[in-house]
């Protein structure tokens, strides 16, 4: 900014600083009022997991419970083995996030910073397969699962889950954006693709790497139809598997289901809150220019 | 960079080891066999929440010890068949395959997927098996009932007390209707309303077809619109919960009559067993009856809807004899009283059997009671056929149209055949 | 196919940065290389790609495969032609769903990316606090679809949810009758999935803009730009390989829709939210007409793959 006297700057600078303020109280107010309409359903799982389950479905809406059943936290884990089901969840969820992130960013290096025929042929066939919805697959999938007699194992799902083409797509997109001097630069002094990859691309990277992490974390936590398919041992069952007992077949104890969705989330919350640093403005940029 | 090598392979370590001890919840009752004698794999709809599989189990184990039942549990009901397809289709070996409703059964030996069980049959007495007839198809039964559950009407007799009104006995349609505008009464969330419809198709379409002497795969329901119009009129009047309301507040029968916001709720026998259990947890004190459910006509016989759960052998099974003896034992009088125990109407009876169930804590004792669990008749929703759950698909979304009002009796009932005979027969 | 590569490749760059690939001389040189880069192309997609081509891949050819047959999922599949595309064109059910499955697309799409856009924009700032709002917003996705499917029903409930209440309120004195009405049934869903999934691709854009380098704002200012400008001018170009990815993947999944409308309304009233992942649901895994069910979702891929291959072709024109 090219400014020449010194006063005006001031007055300027109060005056923005006075906009600032403003503008915060604006946002604040703005995000209060967009957190009752999307904490609502929230709040409402969180009050009817402290009902009777007769009182879960009533019309109007009873937001307060009429008594505090503060028992069904205790209840829960002993009517199912849900710290079982939990650290189940835990483990698939974890090896699949982990492998996605790992492989995924690795081909996305592959699809994006080293050109060679057919690369884009190929992209194109792994993008083609998001949009076969998994109804139609998933029956043959199972067969072959079934002749390698992985079935009923942890295995089956994290060799289906681990490999999704949407963790390639979506580091591929990330990487289009760190402009190729950045690798040319590290290939001139020396480096070879893996070092690149290694030093400079994925440490450019961790935000897009936090939300691939976190969202495959997320979906593989609450997914239902796969451990559904695959998993015949209560034993081995998730969370959400272990939560749908819940529903029998004439009748549905929604009290225990909310209780049970709360204490779900509560490992996600952990994961957000600490994954949801390298969204803060202006870190990830530092490595660019240097 | 290297701090996050190190997490990378701190995590990877960590996921290797849990995955070296695979399975952490502890086995929530499934009986692992142990002890060296021969094991049969039955598969099942949530083992845990649902008690009857226990003891029917549990009953065949301490008659046969040296075999032990290993349940494949499939966690939620709703979807248990979209499971067991799978599983077939993969070539499972699971032994025995529990028959939940006769539309899965006629999937099952359409496709030709279960073992015959005529000499089981023979075995057993057919006079004494309540649904069994609805198992045979070409002449070969390809599974045997344990259970048979039949639609009574539910009621509250406080209300009908409070409103000076005869127990439900001998009711037509008309006059249940009638008792229901009755037992309405009060307005807003405090409303009490005579009786509550659930939303099921079958609970019009099925009962109609059944007392009507009809058959719901053939596309031809002129005779549903009587029921549909009685409903209507009911449901306009506000004397039975709006079916959209009902809908989407996903609302749970036995909710709506253990809370007392419905005087009559048609309804299948499985809701005997949890109001017992209710009723003995203290979670409800509702003093309530079964009468026969409303026929057409009053003088005629009762006729009503119904049909069995069994088990069937799957073809890929190794352990034939075995299961034929588990699906012997669970037709018989001792599966019965084992099942009657927690208060499940199995399909085998006789008095013994009927004496011991009226016998359960909360049983209602009354005459009318009685009488209501031994109708004349009890006719399938829906007859063994290879499109039945294609037939039902059809008759379902129509039904909803119907009930929100956003068709005509007459044009639902048009379309159903229509659709019926192009969309699910293949005419 | 090439023609189709590069979406956003040089997004990020600004404006005229000259062009450094094709620095080599030499022919035979460049074979060697061009083999060499091959090579190592293929080791770093090979780890991914060969448990997407063995779990994913074989499976979707297979099951398109199955669409020229007939099939029980239990006895051996039989020949059948283009019997299947023929009962397709005249099922009803398929046109129904099909129809309900565009509508949707066409709701959820837009209003999902600009909202998710907004409020990334939004919370990308340093506020106190700011951790939190975030979570908050990315709530609805992670809570259990149980839940989610149950409490929007009760807010649509027509006679007594809170939604026509406020209607009522401000003077509707017939409000729809949400999921109980064939025509306000698909719009319930539609703002019951954009609340769903605006957190999700909220988290995506948020991991777009943080590849933003923050020199190029600076330049902005310099040259006076104001905060409209500047949104204009640098954020949406750099986003734009993020805008891509979100709009890929939304239309994808509007077009997979499943899960939620399955919970929340089952495909009802009648067929008013009935969309074909449920009709391939419901015809081969229910009905076990395999080769049916497989042809329909050929006829899914097939209508996804030409808009991705149109979304492609328009983000690469812009590129040039």
Redesign the interface.
């Known amino acids: 900014m090219a400014v020449t006297s010194a006063a005006p700057v001031r007055a300027s600078l109060r005056a923005r600083r006075a906009r600032d303020r403003v503008g915060k109280a604006v946002l604040y107010v703005l995000l209060a009022a967009l957190l009752i309409v999307v904490l609502l359903p929230f709040l409402w799982m969180l009050s009817s997991s402290l009902k009777d389950n007769v009182d879960v479905l009533t019309v109007p809406v009873q937001w307060i419970p009429k008594d505090w059943v503060w028992t069904n936290y205790r209840d829960i884990w002993s009517r199912i083995p849900l710290a079982g089901y939990i650290s189940n969840s835990a483990i698939l969820a974890v090896t699949i996030t982990f492998l996605q992130v790992l492989t995924g960013s690795f081909a996305a290096y592959g699809f994006s910073k080293v050109r060679f025929p057919g690369r884009d042929a190929l992209f194109l066939a792994y993008i083609a397969t998001i949009a076969v919805p998994w109804q139609a697959y998933m029956i043959p999938q199972y067969v072959m699962m079934q002749h390698a007699h992985l079935t009923n194992t942890f295995w089956s799902l994290i060799l289906l889950q681990a490999f999704g083409a949407f963790g390639v797509f979506l580091m591929r997109q990330y990487y289009m954006t760190i402009p190729d001097e950045l690798t040319e630069a590290a290939r001139i002094d020396g480096l070879n693709d893996y070092g690149i990859w290694a030093r400079i691309v994925l440490p450019l990277s961790k935000p897009a790497l936090a939300s691939l992490a976190l969202l495959t974390f997320v979906n593989t936590w609450n997914d239902y139809m796969g451990p559904f398919i695959y998993l015949s041992s209560n034993n081995l069952w998730t969370v959400q598997l272990g939560l749908r007992q819940f529903i029998g077949q004439y009748e549905a104890d929604y009290a225990m289901i909310m209780t049970g969705s709360v204490i779900s989330i509560l490992p996600i919350l952990v994961i957000f809150l600490a994954g949801q640093r390298y969204f803060i403005a202006g870190i990830a940029t530092s490595g660019l220019k240097g | 960079?290297k701090r996050?090598?190190r997490t990378?392979a701190a995590?990877?370590g960590?996921?290797a080891a849990?995955?070296a001890l695979?399975?952490?919840?502890?086995?929530?009752?499934?009986s692992d066999s142990s002890s060296g004698g021969k094991t049969l794999t039955i598969a099942v709809?949530?083992?845990?929440?649902?008690p009857e599989f226990k003891a029917l189990f549990d009953a065949f184990h301490a008659a046969n010890p040296d075999i032990t039942i290993k349940p494949?549990?499939?966690?939620?009901?709703?979807?248990y068949?979209?499971?067991v397809?799978?599983?077939?289709?993969?070539?499972?070996s699971t032994d025995i395959i529990t028959v939940?409703n006769l539309t899965d059964y006629s999937?099952y030996v359409?496709?030709?997927?279960l073992l015959s069980l005529d000499d089981v049959e023979k075995k057993l007495p057919a006079d004494k098996l309540a649904g069994l007839d609805s198992y045979k198809y070409k002449g070969d039964y390809y599974a045997l009932p344990y259970r048979t559950d039949f639609s009574v009407l539910f009621y509250n007799k406080t209300m009908f007390k409070d409103a000076g009104l005869a127990d439900p006995e001998n009711l037509t349609w008309d006059e249940f209707a009638a008792d229901a505008a009755k037992l309405t009464k009060g307005s807003?969330?405090s409303k009490v309303y005579g009786a509550y419809i659930h939303t099921w198709n079958s609970l019009v379409q099925g009962i109609a077809a059944a007392q009507n002497g009809k058959d719901l795969t053939n596309p031809s329901y002129g005779y549903l619109k009587d029921q549909y119009d009685l409903m209507l009129k009911m449901q306009k009047a506000g004397d039975i919960i709006?079916?959209?309301?009902a809908?989407?507040?996903?609302?749970?029968y036995?909710?709506v009559f253990?809370?007392g916001q419905a005087a009559m709720v048609p309804m299948?026998t499985?809701?005997i067993a949890?109001l017992l259990a209710d009723e003995n947890a203290g979670?409800?004190n509702v003093d309530w009856g079964i009468a026969p459910l409303p026929q057409i006509e009053s003088g005629q016989p009762i006729v009503t809807d119904g049909g069995p759960t069994g088990f069937g052998i799957n073809k890929a099974s190794k352990n034939v004899d075995l299961a034929k003896k588990f699906i012997e034992f669970a037709a018989s009088e001792k599966g019965a009283e084992a099942v009657a125990s927690i208060g499940i109407v199995p399909s085998y009876s006789s008095d013994t059997i009927t004496q011991k169930y009226f016998s359960l804590k909360g049983m209602p004792q009354d005459a009318l009671s009685k009488k209501a669990f031994a109708p004349d008749k009890v006719v399938p929703d829906l007859p063994v056929n290879p499109n039945s759950?294609?037939v039902n698909?059809v008759l379902n979304?129509?039904h909803?149209?119907i009930m929100?009002g956003?068709?005509s009796v007459d044009a639902g009932i048009k379309e159903m055949e229509q659709?019926v005979k192009?969309?699910a027969l293949n005419q | 196919m090439t023609s189709l590569a590069e979406p956003g490749t040089r997004a990020a760059e600004p404006a005229g940065a000259p062009p450094d690939r094709h620095r080599n001389g030499q022919r035979m040189r460049r074979g060697a290389l061009r083999r060499r880069s091959t090579l190592v192309g293929w080791s770093f997609i090979l780890p991914n790609f060969l448990g997407f081509a063995l779990f994913t891949l074989v499976p979707v050819v297979a099951a398109f495969l199955l669409s020229f047959m007939n099939w029980d999922a239990y006895n051996p599949p039989t020949w059948a032609g283009v019997h299947n595309f023929v009962r397709m064109l005249n099922d009803q059910s398929f046109w129904v769903a099909l129809e309900n499955t565009a509508l949707y697309a066409l709701g959820h799409v837009p209003i999902t990316l600009a909202l998710s856009l907004l409020l990334a924009l939004l919370l990308n700032k340093k506020l106190k606090g700011i951790a939190f709002f975030r979570v908050a917003i990315f709530f609805p996705y992670i809570s259990s679809l149980v839940a989610v499917a149950i409490v929007w029903n009760l807010l649509f409930n027509p006679s007594s949810g809170p939604i026509n209440q406020f209607l009522h309120l401000i003077g509707i004195t017939n409000p729809p009758g949400w999921t109980a009405s064939t025509t306000w049934a698909l719009p319930a869903v539609i703002i019951t999935s954009v609340w769903k999934d605006m957190g999700y691709y909220m988290v995506l854009f948020l991991a777009g803009l943080q590849a933003i380098p923050q020199e190029y704002y600076e330049a902005a200012s310099v040259d006076g730009a104001n905060g409209w400008q500047k949104f204009w001018n640098v954020t949406v170009p750099s986003l734009r390989p993020t805008t891509f990815f979100v709009l890929v993947m939304l239309s994808i999944s509007s077009f997979k829709v499943f899960d939620l409308i399955f919970v929340m309304t089952g495909g009802g009233p009648g067929r008013a939210t009935l969309v074909l992942s449920q009709l391939i649901y419901q015809d081969g895994i229910l009905n076990g007409q395999f080769g049916y069910a497989s042809a329909i979702s050929l006829a899914l891929f097939l209508i996804v793959l030409v808009i991705t291959v149109f979304q492609f072709r328009l983000q690469q024109r812009r590129e040039n």
């Open positions: 960079m996050l090598t990378l995590v990877a960590v996921a849990a995955l695979a399975g952490c919840a502890g086995s929530a009752g499934s709809w949530d083992y845990a929440e649902t494949v549990d499939v966690p939620n009901a709703a979807d068949e979209s499971k397809t799978t599983m077939l289709a993969g070539g499972d939940k999937g359409a496709k030709n997927q807003g969330s709006d079916f959209g309301d809908t989407s507040q996903s609302l749970a036995q909710t253990e809370t299948g499985w809701l949890p979670k409800t759950a294609a698909t979304e129509e909803q149209l929100t956003s068709k659709r192009s969309e």
